[in-house]
């Protein structure tokens, strides 16, 4: 069974970088998929924030691209997110997922809520 | 850009009843590239339909994806208790490559 767990600091100060981590049990990133970063602020809908291949193959939203780095540890199974220059906008809780082939998000992590404030 | 505008807002019925849901798509989306998903509340999304027809696993026979071109139908044939919850639907494809309406609530009547 594939699993996901987000994991990293649930608050942040304004203009500083948001980063989290998603390791993945049940399937080795190496084998394949893009893995991705969803968001939702609090009370409102999803966003894709970007996703990556095992070969470090990436896909950015273009409405975060500047601020975003997403990049893959094969040796750990995990996955990373960096958002820089956070504002209060950028509060939400913040999902990785596997993209399948299907071209849907099969598994999701639980969510961790990512809080901008000083 | 593709923009996903889901109707209604929020759909109020009771269990036993059947629900329509709407996705409506700003430009053509190939029908391989829409998905939907349920959200309950302090969970995650939850793939339910792909390929815009296609259910994924072990999503019950209930649950059904029709449409094409910029149309797309979620319907629930019959509601159980734990189908409320809010559905989004989402397109691959376009900038951005991954796209999400803006949801629907389904509640209790």
């Known amino acids: 069974q594939v699993q996901l767990q987000e994991s990293g600091p649930g608050l942040v100060k304004p203009s500083e970088t948001l980063s989290l981590t998603c390791a993945v049990s049940?399937?080795?990133?190496?084998?394949?998929?893009?893995w991705g970063w969803i968001r939702q602020p609090p009370g409102k809908g999803l966003e894709w924030i970007g996703s990556?291949?095992?070969?470090?193959?990436?896909y950015y939203n273009p409405s975060l691209k500047s601020r975003v780095t997403i990049s893959v540890d094969t040796s750990k199974n995990q996955f990373s997110l960096k958002l820089s220059s956070v504002t209060a906008a950028d509060t939400a809780v913040y999902y990785c997922?596997?993209?399948?082939?299907?071209?849907?998000?099969?598994?999701w992590g639980q969510g961790t809520l990512v809080t901008v404030s000083s | 850009e593709i923009v996903l505008t889901q109707s209604p807002g929020t759909l109020s019925l009771s269990p036993g009843e059947r629900a329509t849901l709407s996705c409506r798509a700003s430009q053509s989306v190939s029908s391989s590239y829409l998905a939907w998903y349920q959200q309950k509340p302090g969970q995650a999304p939850r793939l339910l339909i792909y390929?815009?027809?296609s259910r994924a696993t072990g999503i019950p026979d209930r649950f059904s994806g029709s449409g094409s071109g910029t149309d797309f139908t979620l319907t629930i044939s019959r509601l159980e208790p734990e189908d409320f919850a809010v559905y989004y639907c989402?397109?691959?494809?376009?900038?951005?490559?991954?796209?999400f309406g803006q949801g629907t609530k389904l509640e209790i009547k």
């Open positions: 990556i291949y095992h070969s470090g193959s990436t």
């Open positions: 049940g399937y080795s990133i190496s084998s394949g998929y893009y």
């Open positions: 390929g815009a027809s």
């Open positions: 989402q397109q691959y494809g376009s900038s951005p490559l991954y796209g």
């Open positions: 997922a596997r993209a399948s082939t299907n071209w849907g998000f099969d598994y």
